[in-house]
């Protein structure tokens, strides 16, 4: 029996395994896994994207849903989504979108926020699988998040619990560029952002189309930063550190 036949078969058997039981028979059999990763963190040592130009600059914009805003208190990660940019491009036919597996499904006001539900959780792929998928299309390219704390919490918290290992991408929030692009804005969320730049969604709280509006804000605010003269993440850092925000 493979992988994935064991994996589909263990979906069989209801309320017998969990999320975290299907991620640990699945480590057991991909050791592969973890090499991979450690050779992605290996590349990304290797790299100085500071210094690389706005207009050359690779990088992967991502979003999450989630069962609330604390991963080390039992929230879960419910859905990711990411889309890439290649200077000031957003790559639409480049995407990333996986549901996560969950037996006990998202609260009602989560399902009434995001649109998912316990149904379509149960025909999704365990967490280990979306997180080697997901690594596996960003590679070593420096992520980018609105608010990116709560991405970075929950990636350190699951990247550790499933691989034991510690999640070392380069994670850039835009409040770092946004304060840089219009300094006088009292914007917090993403929909503000959004409507300041005549931004649409296609569906809010989807992690795809969360991540797909994040990448436009991104790429406004770039352009607005870039007319400011600086011309990379190093010029934007060096700004910031020499300011009281």
């Known amino acids: 029996m493979n992988m994935n036949q064991m994996m589909q078969f263990l979906r069989q058997i209801p309320g017998k395994l969990g999320a975290n039981s299907y991620s640990s028979i699945a480590n057991q059999n991909e050791p592969s896994n973890i090499a991979y990763l450690r050779q992605i963190q290996r590349e990304m040592k290797k790299q100085d994207v500071l210094e690389v130009p706005f ?84 590679q070593s390219d420096p992520l980018v998040a609105h608010h990116a704390n709560h991405e970075r919490n929950f990636m350190q918290h699951v990247t550790w619990t499933i691989l034991k290992t510690s999640f070392e991408h380069r994670v850039i929030d835009t409040s770092f560029i946004t304060k840089i692009a219009d300094p006088l804005a009292t914007f917090v969320t993403l929909d503000e952002w959004c409507s300041q730049f005549g931004i649409l969604f296609e569906k809010r709280h989807h992690a795809l189309h969360d991540a797909l509006a994040t990448a436009k804000l991104w790429l406004e605010s770039i352009r607005l930063v870039e007319e400011k003269g600086f011309h990379c993440l190093k010029d934007v850092y060096s700004h910031l550190a020499s300011k009281k925000y």
């Open 55 to 138: 207009d050359e600059l690779k990088l992967v914009v991502f979003d999450i849903e989630t069962t609330g805003f604390h991963p080390y208190k039992g929230d879960q990660i419910l859905s990711i989504g990411a889309v890439k940019i290649h200077g000031g491009n957003v790559l639409e036919n480049e995407t990333f979108y996986s549901l996560v597996y969950n037996e006990k499904g998202p609260t009602a006001e989560i399902e009434a926020l995001t649109g998912i539900f316990k149904q379509d959780l149960l025909d999704a792929p365990p967490m280990n699988m979306v997180l080697n998928d997901f690594f596996q299309f960003v």
